[in-house]
């Protein structure tokens, strides 16, 4: 089975609101310090906040820490749906 389409687990890790850890992370796709957008394999996932920064990055093993003042976390399911329609029509 191709590595791609199996999904790793995700876990999300908040400490005090200053200390996020993320699994199951593929790529980040833009980041400042008011906004980390990163692709996973639960869709996209939109970090907000002040001050952010990307303390460790780790795409082999789909691990991203973020360090600064984190505001919210959002799930977008629409690239989710779209990952799947590429990937039936890929193979």
């Given at each position: ?32 310090d008011e906004e980390i ?16 920064r990307i303390e460790e ?35």
């Amino acid at each position: 089975m191709n590595g791609e389409l199996t999904a790793r687990k995700h876990l999300l890790q908040l400490e005090n609101r200053e200390s996020l850890t993320v699994t199951g992370i593929k790529d980040v796709d833009a980041f400042n310090d008011e906004e980390i957008t990163a692709a996973g394999d639960c869709g996209d996932i939109v970090i907000k906040g002040e001050s952010l920064r990307i303390e460790e990055l780790n795409l082999e093993s789909g691990l991203l820490k973020v360090k600064g003042k984190i505001r919210a976390i959002v799930y977008n399911d629409k690239l989710i749906k779209k990952g799947m329609l590429k990937r039936m029509f890929s193979q």
